[in-house]
């Protein structure tokens, strides 16, 4: 079993910066792809960034390249999201994932077998 404890949300301005962690812990094996997401009530949900913590091979959104970074901390327990240049329209919900990668593969794909509980970004204008 995996668990999956998200932080770091928040509210502010457009153009501000927010880092979101997520504590992972559980069998290490079953979350060696790591990732966020995010959805809006009605929306369906969308890949924002994933990291194959196993080679580092990391993916995006076109929505959020060259604004988000994904990056992992050396024991690969956290997870971490550093988004630069919010826009009012990445308010949403954010929630961490995880999977094993031997699984269904890594990237930005459906079917991501852990959850945490979200943690709300609001980016006013």
């Known amino acids: 079993q995996v668990q999956l404890v998200e932080s770091g949300g928040g509210s502010v301005q457009a153009g501000g910066s927010l880092r979101l962690s997520c504590a992972a812990s559980?069998?290490?094996?079953?979350?060696?792809?790591m990732g966020w997401f995010r959805q809006s009530p009605g929306k369906e949900r969308e890949g924002v960034a994933i990291?194959?913590?196993?080679?580092?091979?990391?993916y995006y959104a076109d929505s959020v390249k060259g604004r988000f970074t994904v990056s992992q901390d050396n024991t690969k327990n956290t997870l971490y999201l550093q988004m630069n240049s919010l826009k009012p329209e990445d308010s949403t919900m954010y929630y961490c994932?995880?999977?094993?990668?031997?699984?269904?593969?890594?990237?930005?794909?459906?079917?991501?077998?852990?959850w945490g509980q979200g943690t709300q970004v609001a980016v006013s204008s």
């Open positions: 559980g069998y290490s094996y079953s979350r060696d792809c």
């Open positions: 994932a995880a999977d094993s990668v031997y699984r269904l593969g890594c990237g930005l794909r459906a079917g991501f077998r852990y």
């Open positions: 990291i194959d913590t196993i080679g580092g091979r990391t």
